[in-house]
């Protein structure tokens, strides 16, 4: 088992992306290239990451020579959860632990396990902040 929380890929991305930019500063631009290089995943993944990001006003972006991605809010303001919401959507509320259900409907001795550990999970990313995390320690500085 991998972990009985599933964060998205683009999820997961959003927040090391978003990490990367506090450890920068304020305001430093960077390319999705070099964050994407720096974390070791696909730069066009992440640039899709970074856009949505972008459109939902967490990030900046500038164009031309020197231009990139840049953080301009105060990281203790924004919770895990608000990033996860405007990358993926609302997060699930339970769903079925084994991945496919095979209870007789109504009958899930599992159900309430599930919604508890959903309502939990969603409790802790309402109060851990981008700031909470620490900085991403970045290469080369």
Not at 20 to 40: C, H, N, Q, R, W
Not at 109 to 130: C, F, P, Y
């Amino acid at each position: 088992m991998k972990s009985i929380v599933n964060i998205s890929e683009a999820g997961n991305l959003a927040i090391h992306a978003l990490a990367y930019m506090v450890g920068l500063g304020p305001e430093v631009p960077v390319s999705a290239t070099k964050i994407a290089g720096d974390l070791g995943v696909s730069e066009s993944h992440l640039a899709k990451v970074l856009q949505k990001l972008a459109r939902n006003d967490f990030i900046k972006s500038t164009r031309g020579a020197g231009g990139g991605f840049f953080f301009d809010r105060d990281a203790s303001n924004i919770t895990l959860l608000e990033v996860l919401v405007a990358v993926d959507g609302p997060l699930p509320g339970g769903g079925c632990l084994l991945g496919v259900p095979i209870c007789p409907a109504g009958d899930c001795k599992l159900r309430g396990l599930t919604k508890k550990v959903s309502a939990l999970v969603t409790e802790e990313l309402s109060h851990i902040t981008l700031g909470d995390i620490g900085l991403f320690p970045i290469k080369g500085k």
